[in-house]
């Protein structure tokens, strides 16, 4: 195999490769770097010099120079998005980024020290390799090293920017990037992750046209609204065929993903930390680090794509003893009784939960201070005994003896004003002296950029998390900032805020999670709020969304599986009329849906009917028989919630030898006359013959007019049938679904 990523003197190109994916850039004859393609691979023996587009001067850098460049500046003729914004000690805002070397390192540096980002990894030099090219401004002294990691087994490039200043003067920047990637024609739809609390990451997709597009968050975190991730794809690309980038950042605050398309209908892409809500000022000497983009191309669609990002978020992204381990089937309280509960309650929950063959009891909200409500408490975390007059380790000793684990909830970031907490520090929390501070949820945000309230958290949760036979934490956090200001940075650095504080949230989550290794870690926020590669690197689960009502859930966990693999999705069971929507589903339809992520419950199991039990037990005994291919299995998309109506979902999860396999299939209104449908199945190997059978009802019409050996050809090419005998078809109902196993035989 030639060296992945190859150097040619002569031409001046570099060339990152791995047989599925080439990424190219040249060095210009007036040192520049230039972008030459991102996408299919390439042979990096050839020149590809020819790929850069000439001849457009409104098009170009420093007018008539080659472009598009691989990190772009402003102010020289390129008038697209930058991916680097600088105001200099002079006022001015033009730099010339010029060549100056580059160096191949095997494998993958890990961050620096001080960084305080996180980031993905491997675990031998063998994984991958990395270049790093460095590019200096020699009038204001500013550096910027460009790092570029390539991965042997992945179609996957990861980027980030490191800019330092070496001049004599200070330097602001306005914006740092991640990555800026210059595509040559504007024939793409634009994939984006957009929705609402209890409605995220909803597939949105729309046609590239001239001008900028974009999705964002200024808000202090990833958000609701919009994931930190975009995809690019073909009009015609499906799950399996044709073209697709995906732009995925490591990042939990605030960010940008954008597109332009200009004149010459040319895109360019760029993502990072959002320019909207920074400035970083640079002293001689001092350097910034852009958090990391993860790049992937596919020439096999949207699945491919999906595949990659699932791979390397499990595998080396994620970390720590909890990666490659079992997730324990929990049940949460929160919603089975919200802020009312004692003792005595909690353990007939727990026993009960214990009896359908629950492994987790998580104690949810309502725990601490004195918090019968969310007007008041967060940032006491001390056990309120009126509710529990054992402490935390006399519930949690009691819970263990029922041969479950113990978990329980937590909110650092947050303070009520009605709190102890605020009576000794009102100035912790965030706002703008003098101004009113906008409460949200009852209340306020800490101010995470300060070391000393993150010292201050970890203090106490240390406190908390080693005073009971604590196995598992829920990280919660329920609103976003506003009236963004820090006490402790001067005027001109009131810019780094928003920065400033995801990386006290990380230094509080890197310090908890390596004081407590075996600690199962979960993060939340109002649900999917936080639900971005920045938290799954600290912690390799996430509440998926606070909607669990199963017909929501469907969209919410199809568009969250466009990045994000089912191990980090957390995925509960819930009661009905379902809290958010007030829809009664079945309780098997919940399940099936649920059983793609990490199963849990969200109910009050002494409240459920002996039919119920009997279901919750059946459903927990199938899903830890299939525990390993649900959580670590290939996941395929096969009919979108956001397609044709959304009447219908079909999703499978595979196992890696392609032996056994689950379709999930889910119709959300009965119709008459079902249509003589088929579904093609993917990923199955074309010669094993599988055994067919069906969950929860083996006795189904549809599971009967499929049952029998097939061959994996067959399910791939004619697929399973939908239109069982229409007589019975009638009796399927609403909210109905079918889970058909398939096992070689
Ligand atoms: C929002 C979370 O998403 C819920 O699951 C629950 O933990 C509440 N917060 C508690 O306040």
Sequence with gaps: MTVPIAWSPETRELHLHNGRISYAMRVHDNGTLGHLHFGAALDPSRSHAHLEPTGFAGFANRIGDPVPLEYPTTGTGDYRIPALTVELADGSTVLDLVYQEHRIIPGKPARREGDGLPATYVESDDEADTLEVILADARSGLRVELSYTIFRDRPVIARSARIQNDGTDTIRLTGAMSAAVDLPDARWEFVQLSGAWARENHVVSRRLRPGRQSVGSDRGASSHIHNPFVALRRETTTEEDGEAYGFSLVYSG????????????????????????????????????????????????????????????????????????????????????????????????????RDLGVELFVLDDGWFGERDADTTSLGDWFVDRRKLPNGLDGLAAKVEALGIGFGLWIEPEMISERSRLFEAHP??????????????????????????????????????????????IKWDMNRTITEPF??????????????????????????????????LFESCAGGGGRFDPGLLAFVPQAWTSDDTDAVERLRIQWGTSLAYPLSSMGAHVA???????????????RAAVAFFGVLGYELDPTTLGPADQRAVADQIVFYKTHRDLFQRGRFVRLRSPFEEGGNQTAWMVVAPDASKAIVGYYQVLNRPVPAADRLRLRGLDPDTVYGVSGWPDAHDPLVRANAGPRGGDELMRNGLSLGADRREAAAWGDFKSWLFILEAV
Excluded: C
């Excluded at 501070?437 to 300060?450: I, K």
């Design 486 to 519: 820090s006490s402790a940075l001067p005027a001109d650095r009131q810019g780094e805020f928003f920065h400033r504080y995801i990386l006290g949230v990380y230094d509080l989550y890197a310090r908890l999670t390596t004081a407590f290794p075996e600690i």
């Design 575 to 589: 009661a009905v009329p379902n809290h958010q929507t007030s829809r009664i589903t079945p309780i098997a339809t």
């Design 254 to 353: 605030n960010f940008l993903a954008e597109a332009e398309v200009d004149a010459f209908d040319t895109t360019r892409v760029r993502l990072g930390i959002s320019p909207n809500t920074f400035t970083w000022t640079l002293a001689p000497g001092g350097s910034f680090a852009t958090p990391e983009a993860v790049l992937v191309y596919s020439d096999t669609g949207l699945g491919a794509m999906s595949d990659a990002l699932h791979g390397l978020y499990r595998e080396r992204l994620a970390r720590g003893s909890w990666r490659d381990k079992p997730r324990s089937v929990l049940l949460n309280n929160w919603e089975g009784t919200y802020y009312a509960f004692d003792e005595a309650k909690l353990l007939d929950i727990a026993t009960a939960a």
């Design 427 to 472: 100035d912790w929390a965030i706002g703008v002296p003098g101004r009113p501070r906008t409460e949200s949820r009852q209340q306020l945000v800490l101010d995470m950029s300060r070391p000393e309230i993150v010292d201050h958290l970890f203090g106490v949760l240390s406190e908390v998390l080693a005073s009971a036979p604590i196995s598992y």
